[in-house]
């Protein structure tokens, strides 16, 4: 009986690196794509104003922060707003120039897998309220194939300019 020796070269050693490197990063991308098509799923149901859509998107424990400080919703909240303007105050959202990406984050205060969402997001209101158009980013917080926490950054500001309000700072008067 012949006995087969068996010796790893640095040559052989370096191809199976590479390919358990590979296996990692395949799932890695394949989570990351995975998150990223569940927000642009999510980011769909807004443009069509499907709060029941973003809903079954949102985790029971949902909280969404922001845009300003010391905003915060939780999910049933959420989709009553988002039920009460899609009826009444929104005729349609676009996110234009939309642009998403996914991060996985392994240390600090917020560790988790994130996707963020960089748009102008344009939107026309019912009547004759007018349209803005926004810079906005969204980053989402996405643990077992749901949204469990978003923050969302704008400038409430411009979107008043545009609709026609002054702002006038009351210490001056």
């Known amino acids: 009986m012949k006995h087969l020796k ?39 149901a807004v443009e069509a104003l499907d709060y029941e859509g973003m809903g079954s998107l949102l985790d029971e424990n949902y909280i969404g922060i922001g845009p300003s400080i010391g905003d915060s919703i939780n999910k049933s909240n959420a989709l009553i707003n988002w039920e009460k303007n899609a009826t009444t105050l929104y005729q349609s959202i ?11 984050v392994t240390d600090g205060d917020q560790p988790g897998n994130w996707v963020s969402n960089w748009a102008e997001v344009a939107i026309t209101y019912q009547g004759d309220k007018g349209s803005v158009d926004l810079l906005a980013n969204t980053i989402y917080k996405i643990e077992n194939d749901k949204i469990v926490e978003s923050y969302t950054f704008y400038n409430e500001a411009d979107a008043l300019e545009q609709l026609g309000y002054v702002f006038i700072n009351v210490n001056n008067l």
């Open 94 to 104: 676009k996110y234009k120039k939309s642009r998403t990406f996914s991060v996985s």
């Open 6 to 44: 068996f010796r790893f070269s640095p040559l052989c050693l370096f191809l199976i690196s590479i390919l358990f490197l590979g296996c990692s990063e395949g799932k890695t991308s394949s989570d990351s794509q995975k998150n990223i098509d569940l927000v642009n799923k999510y980011v769909q």
